[in-house]
């Protein structure tokens, strides 16, 4: 392993995730609030144009990869080391007869990518660089796939939240997978991996959906749905 990259989390249990959720591989808006949010903050940095190329780390069961193709135009990759989640992902894409213009690679972050350095004007990730110890290492590791001006995109929860401090009750094991990063701490190891911040801040209250691997399950549904009220009664709130 390499130095400053040990991870918090293994293929395995990302195995388990994929085989045992249901996956949705279209983020549109108007139902979601939360994929309304995100949408909204992407338009401020990225605009269609058919040649660039995108790629997003921790692409298994994506709900962005379809969608920034059809929105923005973009060649879009993938990268994950779940096979489970890389061979589902591929046969959606096949079941849609979907191109997209670039492919999944089924590789781990940690490995060679010598043949992807310097190919990429964005490099997204959601939910991925707080499963390592050091996030300034991995963040590195995502800065060598970009072309010169390119740009990183990062969105993680908060895991400094009370809303995500609810595993520690719920399932302490989820709870002990995450690095806890606040927004300060996102902008500061942002900076320490040399990347130029443009932009960091909280994106909405909170993300329900961050609860559905909790234990036990009636209490997943409980603590789910009336997070979901709520998220969609405050939402006219965060998009101001």
Same mark, same amino acid.
């Given at each position: ?18 085989? &045992? ?9 108007? *139902? ?16 269609? @144009? ?9 692409? *298994? ?6 969608? =920034? ?47 992807? *350095? ?32 390119? =740009? ?5 929860? &908060? ?31 942002? @900076? ?10 909280? &994106?909405?209250?909170? &993300? ?10 009636? =209490? ?21």
């Amino acid at each position: 392993m390499q130095d400053g990259l040990e991870t918090l989390s293994t293929p395995e249990y990302w195995d388990g995730i994929w085989e &045992n959720q249901a996956a949705s591989f279209l983020a549109e808006g108007g *139902a979601d609030p939360v994929i309304d949010l995100q949408w909204a903050l992407f338009s401020r940095f990225m605009a269609p @144009d058919p040649t660039k190329k995108l790629v997003e780390i921790g692409c *298994a069961h994506s709900r962005w990869l379809i969608s =920034m193709r059809r929105r923005f135009g973009y060649e879009v990759h993938g990268i994950d080391y779940s096979e489970v989640g890389c061979r589902s992902m591929s046969q959606a894409l096949a079941a849609a007869d979907f191109d997209l213009g670039g492919k999944i690679h089924c590789r781990d972050i940690l490995g060679d990518l010598t043949d992807l *350095a310097g190919s990429f004007d964005y490099v997204t990730s959601f939910g991925v660089i707080e499963h390592f110890k050091d996030p300034v290492a991995i963040l590195a590791r995502f800065a060598l796939l970009l072309r010169p001006g390119g =740009m990183v995109l990062t969105s993680i929860p &908060n895991t400094a939240g009370a809303y995500f401090g609810l595993y520690r009750i719920l399932d302490r094991s989820i709870y002990d997978m995450h690095e806890i990063i606040d927004v300060s701490r996102l902008r500061h190891v942002h @900076d320490d991996a040399g990347l130029q911040v443009e932009y960091c801040a909280y &994106n909405g209250f909170f &993300n329900p959906g961050l609860l559905t691997s909790a234990k036990p399950s009636w =209490m997943r549904r409980v603590v789910l749905l009336s997070g979901r009220a709520i998220c969609r009664l405050t939402w006219p709130l965060a998009k101001r």
